[in-house]
């Protein structure tokens, strides 16, 4: 085996082996919540879908009667379906904390009230900590980013030494010893599902801790949603008039008559209404339309288009991640790439098991191949790139350091007795 192809293999090894318990359940739970919204629509039928019967209520009809039947809960925004067989839900603040309540928009009936997503809450968490708070995010961040490392370590370990070759380079081996058809499909597999899966990884770090913190100090705060998009310019508080709710719906749904809107209704003096177009596909959000209190005459309209690039780029991040750009295509996309990278990450350790010796831990030998200057800099770049796998290699190669220095015992040598010379 070359000296540099056996380092390679040797971090790759090690990086896949170290990674694979998050990466299994990271990549189990990202499959789980592509999806989220069939899931609960199956779930939560007798909620979500209504009987279109009729002429639709107005939207401060339909608070009105949210607030009727819980006295003591606060709206704070109203999610309204472009599909005209959706119910609409309200987002209240109780005492214990968020709701979703939903209202029948043609009869104003409250079908029901539920905590949001209660199952995914769970999923989500697992998701982005472990159920361990910053130090699991934390980890997840450290393994997502080493999975872009163990992408392109594992295409350089794929390179074949013939283009020739289809069996095993461009096509998985289904028939012969079986472990050279777990080696096939861990390889072939990863080859083709490489782009989605540095894709997913990468819009993921937006959610994460280190590198978004680190992406915002640098570019002043480009991993964040464009705010100034999301709000309206303050205006004089007053009492919120129900013609201006009418108003924030209809001026929306005059142009964006398929889109789901979601009105952000004012907690404080100074807040307008805000209305939010949500994207059919592509971006999270198409537009902002902002809407007087008291009057509701309309004082700010934002659109997708006007915002600069490093926005636009923000706004398709959860749509990219979650596969739901294209809608069911990318969706299965996303959730066979999660699968995908449990599986690579499980006959990673599958394969090494079944290889090692008896009695031996199998693990593979170092080498001291000098690296060439190309590899050098995508370390590097890798390195400065992700942050923490910079300070993960920096701890390796201190740990490796202090290892050889004060814990490995050197073995004395012990001078043969001298033998006496014949002639």
């Given at each position: 085996m070359p000296s540099f192809y056996r380092r390679v293999w040797r971090w790759h090894f090690w990086a896949g082996l170290l990674a694979c318990p998050v990466l299994v359940v990271v990549a189990v739970t990202g499959a789980?919540?592509?999806f989220k919204d069939e899931i609960e629509d199956w779930q939560l039928a007798d909620l979500r879908f209504a009987d279109s019967t009729g002429e639709r209520?107005?939207?401060?009809?339909l608070l009105a009667a949210v607030t009727a039947a819980h006295p003591t809960w606060t709206p704070t925004q109203a999610l309204i379906p472009g599909d005209p067989d959706r119910s609409?839900?309200?987002?209240?603040i109780t005492g214990s904390g968020n709701r979703l309540v939903y209202v029948n928009?043609?009869?104003?009936?409250?079908?029901?009230?539920i905590e949001r997503s209660p199952f995914f809450t769970v999923v989500l968490r697992i998701h982005r900590s472990l159920f361990a708070g910053t130090t699991g995010r934390i980890l997840v961040e450290l393994a997502t980013c080493w999975m872009v490392v163990l992408v392109v370590s594992g295409l350089y370990l794929w390179i074949p030494r013939t283009w020739r070759t289809v069996w095993g380079v461009w096509l998985p081996r289904l028939r012969g010893k079986p472990y050279v058809v777990l080696r096939d499909l861990h390889t072939v597999g990863g080859l083709y599902l490489a782009p989605v899966l540095v894709l997913i990884a990468v819009t993921g770090l937006f959610f994460t801790v280190v590198w978004v913190w680190s992406l915002n100090a640098v570019t002043n705060g480009a991993g964040e949603l464009p705010r100034h998009f999301l709000t309206a310019p303050p205006e004089a508080g007053?009492?919120?008039?129900?013609a201006a709710l009418d108003a924030a719906e209809r001026r929306a749904r005059s142009e964006y008559p398929a889109n789901p809107l979601v009105v952000m209704?004012?907690?404080?003096?100074?807040?307008a209404i805000v209305t939010r177009v949500r994207g059919l596909s592509g971006p999270s959000y198409v537009a902002s339309v902002g809407v007087d209190r008291t009057a509701g005459v309309e004082t700010s309209r934002k659109v997708y288009d006007d915002l600069a690039w490093h926005e636009k780029v923000r706004l398709w991040v959860l749509p990219v991640h979650m596969g739901s750009v294209f809608g069911w295509p990318t969706k299965v996309l996303a959730a066979v790439a999660c699968l995908a990278l449990a599986w690579l990450s499980v006959s990673g350790v599958w394969m090494w098991l079944?290889?090692?010796?008896?009695?031996?831990?199998?693990?593979?030998?170092?080498?001291?191949?000098t690296a060439p200057k190309v590899a050098v800099a995508l370390i590097l770049l890798l390195g400065v790139v992700f942050p923490v796998v910079g300070g993960s290699i920096l701890l390796v190669l201190v740990g490796e350091?202090?290892?050889?220095?004060?814990?490995?015992?050197?073995v004395p040598v012990v001078n043969p007795e001298p033998q006496p010379v014949t002639s």
């Open positions: 789980l919540y592509t209520k107005s939207l401060a009809e609409t839900a309200v987002q209240v928009p043609y009869t104003a009936e409250v079908l029901g009230d007053g009492r919120v008039a129900s209704l004012p907690a404080k003096p100074g807040e079944a290889r090692r010796p008896v009695g031996r831990a199998g693990f593979p030998h170092a080498s001291t191949a350091y202090l290892v050889g220095r004060f814990v490995r015992k050197t």
